[in-house]
């Protein structure tokens, strides 16, 4: 990895050595130029450490409390029940149902 900034613009000049642990082997990249040179567009910053907690504290808001609020409407058993009661005291026929 090169020891650049997060928003270095420009050219990076490079040669790399390589050899074997006994020393025996030397390998360099690249080996028909003196340097290779890389270049580095312009790239953003990833940004602060309280910008991403605050960005993980509305996430984590958002998904926990749509979360408790679904749960507490599937859980819930406010006036939802319908008991045989109910299914007596109501009067019809499928004859009062008519199709527009």
């Known amino acids: 990895m090169l020891p650049i900034s997060e928003t270095a613009t420009g050219e990076v000049h490079y040669k790399a050595t390589v050899s074997t642990l006994g020393g025996t082997d030397l390998y360099q990249y690249p080996t028909d130029e003196p340097y290779y040179t890389l270049e580095v567009t312009y790239?953003?910053?990833f940004g602060s450490v309280p910008g991403a907690f605050f960005t993980f504290t509305v996430v984590a808001t958002f998904v926990w409390g749509g979360l408790a609020?679904?749960?507490r409407i599937m859980l819930s058993d406010d006036d939802d029940i319908v008991s045989?009661?109910?299914?007596?005291e109501t009067t019809g026929s499928i004859y009062d149902?008519?199709?527009s």
């Open 43 to 45: 790239r953003a910053a």
């Open 84 to 88: 045989a009661k109910d299914l007596r």
């Open 97 to 99: 149902l008519k199709e």
């Open 69 to 71: 609020v679904a749960l």
